[in-house]
């Protein structure tokens, strides 16, 4: 079966350090994409960072970094100097197969808050 | 360049009743998919839109339905609503080649509530 866990509902960070946001999945296709979505208060997901199965280095978006590791099935998310403005949810995603079909399996997202 | 334009933003119908949500993509984005979000099920794969054909669908009732136009906009139907079916319904809008192909731009979703 094809799934996404997020263990963590809630995390919290100080202003200004590192944070990291764990996923892992669940797969026997060989081709997936991972991704990680920002939901701020406002409801619109906000695309932050991709990683493809057959990609070997680590994604990095600016702030935003993916820790990879393939054997572990993990995805985590590293978010460095934590802003005030991170603060949301965050959600683990999941596209399978070739084709670029959008479907998406998303993990139950972590609640993210960052104190000043 | 204009994100994804879902409309209405908010809306409250009745058991019963039926309810249509819009969806414009980016310009030049062909496939839209929609998804649905609630506090218990979290976020639900609902079907997928490209060229006005339905290429993906999820675990959803026949009572929810939908249809893209040669525009590329989108729309999805829920007939016959049910308390159950109160969410945010987010749409997606993605383009075809490289990497655009892998990633989703949502847009800022349509609540529904049901009384």
């Known amino acids: 079966a094809q799934k996404i866990t997020q263990t963590q509902p809630g995390m919290f960070v100080q202003e200004k350090e590192a944070v990291t946001l764990d996923c892992t999945y669940d797969?026997?296709?060989?081709?997936?994409?991972l991704f990680w979505y920002k939901q701020p208060s406002s409801g619109e997901m906000i695309f932050l960072i991709y990683q493809g199965s057959y990609d070997e280095q680590n994604a990095t978006e600016g702030r935003y970094s993916l820790n990879f590791q393939k054997a572990r099935k993990s995805a985590n998310l590293v978010i460095s100097a934590s802003q005030l403005g991170d603060s949301a949810m965050y959600f683990c995603?999941?596209?399978?197969?070739?084709?670029?079909?959008?479907?998406?399996?998303f993990g139950a997202g972590t609640r993210l808050a960052v104190h000043p | 360049k204009a994100g994804v334009t879902q409309t209405p933003r908010y809306l409250i119908k009745t058991r019963g009743q039926q309810v249509t949500l819009s969806c414009s993509p980016i310009s030049g984005h062909r496939s839209v998919s929609w998804y649905q979000q609630t506090p218990g099920q979290g976020l639900q794969f609902l079907f997928e839109?490209?060229?006005?054909?339905?290429?993906n669908k999820g675990n959803f009732p026949g009572r929810f339905s939908g249809r893209q136009f040669s525009n590329s906009r989108s729309e999805m139907n829920v007939s016959t609503l049910e308390l159950g079916d109160s969410a945010l319904y987010l749409c997606?809008?993605?383009?075809?080649?490289?990497?655009?192909?892998?990633?989703?731009?949502f847009g800022a979703g349509s609540r529904l509530t049901v009384l």
């Open positions: 839109y490209f060229s006005e054909t339905q290429r």
């Open positions: 997606a809008s993605s383009s075809t080649t490289g990497f655009g192909a892998n990633v989703l731009t």
């Open positions: 995603a999941m596209r399978v197969g070739l084709g670029g079909y959008n479907k998406l399996i």
């Open positions: 797969t026997s296709d060989q081709s997936y994409g």
